[in-house]
């Protein structure tokens, strides 16, 4: 198989930064591409690391093959609902728009379980929409990860996001058949769903947490 150009944007957040470790190790990418708005504590044979600022992004600069876009914030640090969908809404779209007119063949999009267009939950909405138009521009293949509270690392302390994941964990193992989706996830779990979705025959559109987490095991049972 001939090896494939990857291009990451949101490498500095939970899933991206494991979802970038994967990249680098795996064996159908000999480049990897990073969009960042700041330098990256890693250098890597594979690894080409591009300062951007994502309001000025014209073009990708060259062809790439699988797009993984894990960008994402929240309201509190976007500052208000007009920035947080400029990064989870207006960033993935133009990203993909550039991968259609480049010839990008997948879009991997990190959204959220309960993503809804017609939502009520502002939240919500943005990753529904966010959904429907990436799904709209026609790219041959976008798969949209819909994972649930997340576990892992974080660089920055958010004292309500500790306690979902504090609740997550207690009652998980009550969420069975159709709850098993709401179960908490690692953020590892995410991203090696998202190189397995790229690299196998996954059907496109969303996937669910419960849905994630079992590609995640194909993934780590392939190696």
Same mark, same amino acid.
């Given at each position: 198989?001939?090896? +494939?150009?990857?291009?990451?944007?949101?490498?500095?957040?939970?899933?991206?930064?494991?979802?970038?470790?994967?990249? $680098? #190790?795996?064996?159908?990418?000999?480049?990897? @591409?990073?969009?960042?708005?700041?330098?990256?504590?890693?250098?890597?044979?594979?690894?080409? &690391?591009?300062?951007?600022?994502?309001?000025?992004?014209?073009?990708?600069?060259?062809?790439?093959? #699988?797009?993984?876009?894990?960008?994402?914030? @929240?309201? +509190?640090?976007?500052?208000?609902?007009?920035?947080?969908?400029?990064? #989870?809404?207006?960033?993935?779209?133009?990203?993909?728009?550039?991968?259609?007119?480049?010839?990008?063949?997948? /879009?991997?999009?990190?959204?959220?379980?309960?993503?809804?267009?017609?939502?009520?939950? /502002?939240?919500?909405?943005?990753?529904?929409? @966010?959904?429907?138009?990436?799904?709209?521009?026609?790219?041959?293949? &976008?798969?949209?990860?819909? %994972?649930?509270?997340?576990?892992?690392?974080?660089?920055?302390?958010? %004292?309500?996001?500790?306690?979902?994941? /504090?609740?997550?964990?207690?009652?998980? %193992?009550?969420?069975?058949?159709?709850?098993? +989706? =709401?179960? %908490?996830?690692?953020? *590892?779990?995410?991203?090696?769903?998202?190189? =397995?979705?790229?690299?196998?025959?996954?059907?496109?559109?969303?996937?669910?947490?419960?849905?994630?987490?079992? $590609?995640?095991?194909?993934? *780590?049972?392939?190696?």
């Amino acid at each position: 198989m001939m090896a +494939k150009h990857a291009l990451l944007a949101g490498a500095s957040g939970l899933v991206g930064e494991r979802c970038l470790a994967r990249l $680098l #190790d795996h064996a159908a990418y000999d480049r990897v @591409t990073v969009f960042s708005r700041r330098p990256l504590a890693l250098s890597h044979a594979k690894l080409r &690391v591009e300062l951007v600022d994502f309001n000025g992004i014209q073009a990708l600069g060259e062809r790439c093959d #699988d797009i993984f876009c894990c960008l994402g914030t @929240t309201i +509190k640090t976007a500052g208000s609902q007009q920035a947080f969908r400029r990064v #989870d809404h207006d960033y993935p779209l133009m990203l993909a728009e550039l991968g259609k007119v480049e010839g990008a063949r997948q /879009f991997v999009l990190v959204s959220a379980l309960g993503a809804d267009a017609q939502s009520r939950v /502002f939240y919500s909405r943005v990753k529904g929409e @966010t959904e429907r138009d990436i799904a709209a521009i026609g790219l041959p293949k &976008v798969v949209f990860m819909r %994972p649930s509270i997340l576990l892992g690392e974080r660089h920055q302390r958010r %004292p309500a996001e500790r306690a979902g994941i /504090f609740l997550g964990k207690l009652i998980a %193992p009550l969420l069975l058949g159709r709850l098993r +989706k =709401y179960r %908490p996830i690692h953020a *590892d779990e995410v991203a090696a769903a998202m190189l =397995y979705a790229a690299n196998h025959e996954v059907r496109p559109g969303p996937i669910d947490s419960d849905e994630i987490a079992r $590609l995640a095991q194909q993934e *780590d049972a392939g190696k």
